[in-house]
Antibody
């Protein structure tokens, strides 16, 4: 079954870092880029950037540059996204999804990140 | 990158047709035939319903169609059904390896 399975919910304090993982199954992760998108409660979708599991190339949206790192581990078919210096407005559901072939668009189930002291 | 502009809400009765607009600029929608549309039900991940402006993923109902005029893309849903009630988001390539989403439209059936 073609799917992306994400790690579980996280609760973090302001200023901390969070790492969300995304494991691919049913397809070869290196055949597609992986994009990360987040959605704050009651808000729309926000593009964060992408990574090429094949080359390691990344592109981060300007808003997140300096605070986000996207990586992949091809041996485990897992992509990860780390966001640092968390603020209250980083509370959101974070999604990974395939990218690069618009006809092949698989999304993970989402990972809820709560930022609270 | 500024978000694409969508109406906050639209509504229609079962069997009717509705159109959701997605206004961009010459830097995104107007320059590329790379607009996607997503359907999102509460608590669920977005689901692709249109890509490259007017193409449907395999197996998706032909009640969904996409189009573009200038810098505005549109999603039309015909023969509205109760299960179409959801949020809909447009997304366009915006150059420089980035994409931009619309603010989302809540469809009430």
């Amino acid at each position: 079954q073609v799917q992306l399975v994400q790690s579980g919910p996280e609760v973090k304090m302001p200023g901390a870092s969070v790492r969300v993982s995304c494991k691919a199954s049913g397809f070869t992760l290196t055949s597609y880029y992986v994009k990360w998108v987040r959605q704050a409660p009651g808000h729309g979708l926000e593009w964060m950037g992408w990574i090429s599991p094949y080359s390691g190339d990344t592109y981060y949206a300007q808003k997140f540059q300096g605070r986000v790192t996207m990586t992949t581990d091809t041996s485990t078919s897992t992509a990860s996204m780390e966001l640092r210096s968390l603020r209250s407005d980083d509370a959101a559901v974070y999604y990974c999804a395939t990218y690069g072939d618009d006809s092949f668009d698989i999304w993970g189930q989402g990972t809820a990140v709560t930022v609270s002291s | 990158q500024s978000a694409l502009i969508q109406p906050a809400s639209v509504s229609g009765s079962p069997g009717q047709s509705i159109t959701i607009s997605c206004a961009g600029t010459s830097s995104d929608v107007g320059s590329y035939n790379l607009v996607s549309w997503y359907q999102q039900h509460p608590g669920k991940a977005p689901k692709l319903i249109i890509y490259e402006g007017n193409k449907r993923p395999s197996g998706l109902s032909n009640r969904f169609s996409g189009s573009k005029s200038g810098s505005t893309a549109s999603l039309t849903i015909s023969g509205l059904q109760a299960e179409d009630e959801a949020h809909y988001y447009c997304c366009s390539y915006a150059g420089s390896n980035t994409r931009v989403f619309g603010g989302g439209t809540k469809l009430t059936v």
